[in-house]
């Protein structure tokens, strides 16, 4: 069985709005990446996001982006795989790859799908891809509570 998983939401604003929201690192600030995120998602870039409750910033990796449709991100899989000496793996990192796509629906709402695919299938992975399910989840939330309605959800969420 791979490890994978989809989540999808809609947003009641129009696509463009929706995906500028996610690649506009000043706007991703704002209801995600507390910590900050630095550098606008394009096509080959790496950028970094940070989040406030989970210090230290991760870098991603801009795989494709097309414009209102569809991102591809790949990071590094933060499964924390541990030997049998409860000593980390030597070269046990590795990447997941994340894809966004953007579909404009009836009444200038926006359908956001977000799917993550790649972890060992060791039980370190299968934790590792329950808690990025629920961060994406979280996200989607987030989204649709800043774009609707202004709200930022993160804020005092996990400490």
């Known amino acids: 069985m791979d490890l994978r998983f989809k989540v999808a939401g809609r947003i009641s604003r129009p696509v463009h709005e929706v995906f500028e ?10 209801y995600f990446t507390t910590g900050g ?3 606008r998602l394009t096509t080959g870039a790496t950028v970094t996001w940070d989040f406030a409750e989970f210090p230290g910033a991760f870098p ?3 795989v494709e982006v097309e414009q209102d449709r569809r991102i591809v991100l790949r990071w590094e899989a933060a ?3 541990q030997s049998t ?3 980390p793996v030597a070269g046990a990192a590795y990447f997941t790859t994340v894809t966004m796509e953007f579909e404009a629906l009836e009444g200038d709402r926006t359908l956001v799908t977000i799917a993550e695919e ?4 060791t039980p370190e992975g299968q934790r590792a891809s329950y808690g990025n399910c629920e961060g994406w989840t979280n996200m989607l939330c987030c989204l649709k509570a800043w774009l609707e309605h202004g709200i930022t959800l993160r804020s005092g969420f996990f400490a």
């Open 79 to 81: 499964d924390d795989a």
């Open 21 to 30: 929201a996610v690649v506009d690192p000043d706007q991703l600030s704002r």
């Open 118 to 121: 790649g972890w060992r299938r």
């Open 37 to 39: 995120a630095k550098g």
């Open 60 to 62: 991603v990796e801009v």
């Open 85 to 87: 000496t409860d000593q």
